[in-house]
C-alpha cells in the first residue's frame, strides 16, 4: 500500500517560492509515476506536473512551464516541486497522486496524498 503526504504549503507574495514535499511509504518510490495537481475553486483538477517511475522523464502544464520544477529523492522517499515566480492563479489546492500515467485526469490515479493549501497574495 502506498501512502503519500504533502508538506510546504502555506501563504507567498507574488513572485515569491515555495517548495511542496510529497513522502511516501509503503512502497518502493521507483515503482510509480508521480504527479501534481492543483484545484482552485470552481474549477477542475488540474495535472501541473509529473515525474516518471525513474525520474528520466519530467512534464509541466504549460501555466507553470518554466517556474515550476519535479524532481524525485530517492533516498528520502520524497518528490519535490520547486515553484517559483509564483503568481495569483497558482492559487490552489496542492495534491501528489501515484500510479498512473502521466498527462491523464485525476480520476485515473489511484493514490492521493490529503491536499495541501497554496495561495498566493500580497
Known amino acids: 500500500q502506498l501512502q503519500l503526504v504533502e508538506s510546504g504549503g502555506g501563504l507567498v507574495q507574488p513572485g515569491g517560492s515555495l517548495r511542496l514535499s510529497c513522502t511516501t511509504t509503503g512502497a518502493s518510490l521507483d515503482d510509480y509515476p508521480i504527479a501534481w495537481f492543483r484545484q482552485a475553486p470552481g474549477k477542475e483538477r488540474e495535472e501541473v506536473s509529473c515525474i516518471s517511475s525513474r525520474a528520466t522523464m519530467t512534464d509541466y502544464a504549460d501555466s507553470v512551464k518554466g517556474r515550476f520544477t519535479i524532481s524525485k529523492n530517492f533516498a528520502e522517499n520524497t518528490v519535490y516541486l520547486q515553484m517559483n515566480s509564483l503568481n495569483a492563479e497558482d492559487t490552489a489546492v496542492y495534491y501528489c497522486?501515484?500510479?498512473?500515467?502521466?498527462?491523464?485526469?485525476?480520476?485515473?490515479?489511484?493514490?492521493w496524498g490529503q491536499g495541501i493549501q497554496v495561495t498566493v497574495s500580497s
Open positions: 497522486a501515484a500510479n498512473g500515467v502521466c498527462g491523464s485526469k485525476y480520476y485515473k490515479y489511484d493514490y
